[in-house]
């Protein structure tokens, strides 16, 4: 008698099993054709750093160097200058990529909110000299791509890290990520 | 069918002993390409169907649309490759191996029906025949295991001959419950009994434990003790490499095919259907049970040695004989 309730019992597991594969079986794949499809970059994605700037296009960074020093690797080098109204402005703003570890350090030591970590993957080159990548590029990607600003020990809600994975707010080239700071 | 007829007539107005001789011929040639021919198929078909179950696309590139001609430079990767004997190795069984192997999972389609009239040679031992042949692979499986020359290999080889003890007893007295109701070993004759029910609703007992028992006989998961890839790396297979491990993989899918064959011949009625009875319906069938072993496949995790021979002695066997008892009272009472 246990002998066939047992049978029963390993049986009816047994079609369980072949029901969740067969479930899995007609669902849609999740898998992306990558360098044919692009996949879907949430904007709390934590790429390396890029330069912010305001509406009028202009960097906000003043090369005050607290990101230099912020930065436990030494990737952030930066050349400031003065400008015709008096104000500091970076000349240079180099970010080497063969060091930068992606930690967001630089962003939470930045008093003028003018850096985010950007949503660029995409960072294989073919010599060590585009590891380094200058103010132009740097400002562009802060232009034009989605980034994010978070803090230690920030909170987000549901609705802002439900917006980190959402959908098209991250396509590349699309209109900019939620600043969620 | 007026294919079959006019070319049996050619053959027949052959001279002499020239007449069987072509004849045996075209039908080897014929079975070689349809077991070859899905072959091809089937190794595309088993990765598209495992990346669906893990909700992947499988090969999408080699051949559009879904990557259906991916085998052919798998085929190509693998002639390019070294074929590598080792020194410890035993030379002849080593070589022969992958070349025995090929011959039960081909030779099995020699008793099968595809239509009516579509069959190789109708053998009036067919049922004996499946299963004398079908234990044969282990022979080639053990060579290989022992003539690598290798502990793994070896420790692989041992497990598939013990499995077959366990396994090969129920798979054939299932197959005596359907010959008793059919009253004849020939498969032709098994499908024409089952002209008003198919065995698979007189004999569900042996049915399952067919299914269970085939499963183990196709070495494949959750039986797939011989080649246990993360626990004897790849158990009889180790040591070999390029075309000649690529045999046993064809030789695998052939079984796979065959033993799906022997199902939809022996329970499901052959090429017997609904309406419009025809080899379409036997390939329909066999492309069911491929699915069937394949969704199993990526369902189940691999059962241990000592619970598969539990599984196969204590409890397959019994209930095969159960089977063949209930059978025969059945048969006593409305036979």
């Known amino acids: 008698m246990a002998l066939v309730l047992d049978t029963w019992k390993a049986a ?52 005050c160097m607290a990101c230099a020093r912020a930065c436990p690797v030494g990737a952030i080098s930066i050349e400031s200058a003065r400008g015709e109204d008096r104000k500091m402005y970076p000349k240079a703003w180099n970010l080497n990529m063969g060091r930068c570890l992606q930690c967001n350090l630089c962003v939470e030591a930045c008093p ?27 400002a562009e990607l802060g232009r034009t791509q989605p980034y994010s600003r978070i803090m230690v020990g920030q909170k987000l809600t549901p609705a802002e890290a439900a917006q980190g994975s959402g959908a098209d707010a991250a396509q590349p080239g699309g209109e900019k990520g939620a600043e969620v700071s | 069918m007026s294919i079959v007829s006019s070319l049996n007539a050619l053959v027949g107005s052959l001279p002499g002993f020239w007449s069987p001789l072509v004849s045996a011929l075209i039908k080897v040639l014929l ?43 798998d085929v190509v990767k693998l002639l390019a490759k070294e074929d590598i004997i080792p020194a410890r190795a035993d030379r002849w069984l080593f070589v022969l191996a992958p070349m025995v192997i090929m ?26 025949y499946l299963v004398a042949l079908g234990s044969f692979t282990i022979l080639s499986l053990f060579m290989a295991g022992w003539g690598s020359g290798n502990k793994w290999s070896t420790l692989g080889a041992m497990r598939a001959v013990a499995m077959l003890l366990g396994y090969e007893v129920p798979l054939a007295l299932s197959l005596v419950g359907v010959a008793m109701v059919a009253g004849s070993l020939s ?37 797939d003790l011989a080649e246990a890839e993360q626990e ?60 069937l072993f394949m969704w199993v496949r990526w369902t189940f995790p691999r059962i241990r040695i000592d619970h598969m021979m539990e599984l196969g002695w204590k409890f397959l066997l019994p209930v095969a004989l159960l089977n063949i008892v209930l059978t025969g009272i059945g048969l006593a009472i409305w036979g």
Not at chain 1, 43 to 51: I, K
Not at chain 1, 112 to 138: C, K, W
Request: charged share 15%.
């Open chain 1, 12 to 63: 009816r597991s047994m079609f369980k099993g072949l029901g969740v594969t067969i479930r899995e079986f007609f669902s849609p794949p999740v898998t992306v054709q990558y360098p044919d499809q692009q996949p879907r970059i949430s904007p709390l994605f934590r790429g390396h750093p890029v330069l912010l700037s305001d509406e009028a296009g202009k960097l906000k960074c003043t090369a």
């Open chain 1, 112 to 138: 003028f909110a003018a850096l985010g970590m950007g949503t660029r993957f995409e960072t294989a080159v073919d010599s060590p000299d585009g590891l380094i990548y200058d103010l132009e590029t740097l």
């Open chain 2, 31 to 73: 079975v070689l390409a349809f077991v070859f021919g899905n072959e091809i198929m089937l190794i595309w078909l088993e990765r598209k169907v495992c990346g669906r179950f893990q909700r992947r696309k499988g090969p999408m590139y080699v051949g559009r649309p879904e990557g259906w001609l991916q085998s052919i430079p």
């Open chain 2, 103 to 128: 011959v039960p999972a081909v030779a099995l389609f020699v008793v099968i029906p595809f239509g009516r009239g579509w069959v190789p040679r109708d053998l009036n031992i067919g049922i004996l």
């Open chain 2, 187 to 223: 498969l032709v004759d098994i499908v024409h009994a089952q002209e008003r029910a198919w065995f698979v609703l007189l004999q569900p007992i042996g049915f399952l434990v067919f299914l269970v028992a085939a499963a183990a006989e196709l070495n494949r998961t959750p039986f």
């Open chain 2, 232 to 291: 004897l790396v790849a158990g009889y297979q180790v040591e070999y490499s390029g075309m000649r491990w690529a045999m046993f993989f064809v030789a695998e899918y052939a079984s796979l095919m065959a033993i799906s064959a022997i199902a939809a011949t022996c329970f499901f009625g052959g090429w017997l259907g609904p309406f419009a009875s025809g080899p379409w319906w036997f390939l329909a069938k066999l492309y069911f049970f491929i699915f």
